[in-house]
């Protein structure tokens, strides 16, 4: 199953079915997390850290991947989760993660 759609068939249109937008003042204490629902089993994030916390700076950005069941209990799927560094994350999450940002920065900054 194809998570992320081909150029030709996005033009125009969002990768993604739903967002949530997680506030580091209700969810994560330093990071803000904009969540983009790729299909019923997947989603990905855009994060960003908006206070310093150890290992991380104020500004630092990351994406992660959660998939399977458990994140959405009637899943099918295994669950898995990894999360990357901005120039680690993987060239079909790319462009995606990128529409997350924009919207972040956009609407929740």
């Given at each position: 199953m ?7 068939e ?79 994350i ?20």
């Open positions: 194809k998570h992320i759609k081909e150029f030709s996005f033009l125009n249109e969002s990768f993604f079915k739903q967002f949530k937008f997680n506030s580091h003042k209700n969810h994560n204490p330093t990071a803000d997390i904009l969540q983009g629902h790729l299909d019923d089993d997947t989603f990905i994030t855009y994060g960003i850290y908006v206070k310093d916390s150890g290992a991380f700076n104020k500004g630092d950005e990351f994406m992660e991947i959660y998939t399977g069941e458990n994140y959405n209990p009637n899943s099918t799927k295994r669950s898995n989760s990894r999360v990357f560094a901005p120039d680690k993987p060239n079909k999450y790319k462009r995606a993660w990128e529409e997350l940002k924009d919207k972040y920065n956009k609407e929740y900054k």
